[in-house]
T-cell receptor, first 111, second 112 residues
């Protein structure tokens, strides 16, 4: 199926751990994004990559580091996890100047 | 900086009613506008994309309109069904291929 996929779907971990979330799109899109949906369900951009290059980095703690090994993948690594990092993280992709398609989300719970 | 507002925050209607969800944005220089649907605990499903040069888009029972000059968009749902119950999100990019700025959504409940 053509889509944006994320793994894992659920992630439960202890404070202080380091974890990664993977995202892949097989839509041939140039641009990929990471969004965070907080406990109040508000969606906000974290990072934007275009052709493997970081374009936008909103005010996000530097414990969050995106990595794009190729145009189809954008992974998110989080160091020293904190309680406040608990949220749903969505990956998305789009062709230039057009509709964005979202992955199913990764629900991160930090205990 | 672009801000998106959605009214109402929640809406409950009986099955079969037609309804309108509203979205407004502060900077009218948008490239396009997207409406999404999000079911509880699920991801976002793109419903309609309106380019800045368009006035409306239709998909089945859904019709989205765009008035760039006044910074408004509406999503019209005809003959609502219980399966339409979800949160509806409006989003715009600032320019071109930039990330979307989202509204806080309208939570719709259609009662059978």
């Amino acid at each position: 199926d053509t889509a944006v996929s994320q793994t894992p779907k659920y992630l439960v971990t202890q404070m202080g751990n380091d974890k990664s979330i993977k995202c892949e799109q097989n839509l041939g899109h140039d641009t990929m994004y990471w969004y965070k949906q907080d406990s109040k369900k508000f969606l906000k951009i974290m990072f934007s990559y275009n052709n493997k290059e970081l374009i936008i980095n909103e005010t996000v703690p530097n414990r969050f580091s995106p990595k794009s090994p190729d145009k189809a993948h954008l992974n998110l690594h989080i160091n020293s996890l904190e309680l406040g990092d608990s949220a749903v993280y969505f990956c998305a992709s789009s062709p230039r100047d057009n509709e964005q398609f979202f992955g199913p989300g990764t629900r991160l719970t930090v205990l | 900086k672009q801000e998106v507002t959605q009214i109402p925050a929640a809406l409950s209607v009986p099955e079969g009613e037609n309804l309108v969800l509203n979205c407004s944005f502060t900077d009218s220089a948008i490239y396009n506008l997207q409406w999404f649907r999000q079911d509880p605990g699920k991801g976002l499903t793109s419903l309609l994309l309106i380019q800045s040069s368009q006035r409306e888009q239709t998909s089945g029972r859904l019709n989205a309109s765009l008035d760039k000059s006044s910074g408004r968009s509406t999503l019209y749902i005809a003959a609502s069904q219980p399966g339409d119950s979800a949160t509806y999100l409006c989003a715009v990019p600032d320019t071109g291929n930039t990330p979307l700025v989202f509204g806080k959504g309208t939570r719709l409940s259609v009662i059978a």
